[in-house]
């Protein structure tokens, strides 16, 4: 399939103009603020990520002795919750497989 030019550049616009605030009656004025708080969350991120790499590529030097037992207890917790899961699971498929034999004669007198 062959995109043509026009077409991306007038989608393209389309976005541009819904992200520019407005005065539609339609639009909310909480969808108004939510978008000035999603602007300034996404320049927050745009400037502090660069700022967070560089303190977090000091800081794991220091922290890898602390974060490795932390993410295999973690990893170990999690596949434990897993398998707890699964275990109920079997648990209850068995108990409804003993109530399928059980069913009959307990309701057979009513």
Do not use: K
């Amino acid at each position: 399939m062959i995109r043509r030019p026009a077409v991306a550049a007038a989608r393209a616009a389309r976005a541009v103009r819904g992200l520019c605030p407005d005065r539609n009656p339609l639009r909310r004025t909480i969808d108004r603020i939510e978008a000035v708080i999603a602007g300034g969350l996404v320049v927050a991120f745009l400037a502090g990520a660069p700022l967070a790499a560089v303190a977090g590529g000091h800081a794991a030097y220091e922290l890898a002795a602390v974060l490795t037992p932390l993410a295999l207890g973690l990893i170990l917790l999690g596949g434990g919750f897993s398998v707890h899961v699964m275990l109920g699971r079997r648990r209850l498929a068995a108990w409804d497989a003993d109530w399928q034999v059980t069913e009959p004669h307990w309701t057979a007198g009513r």
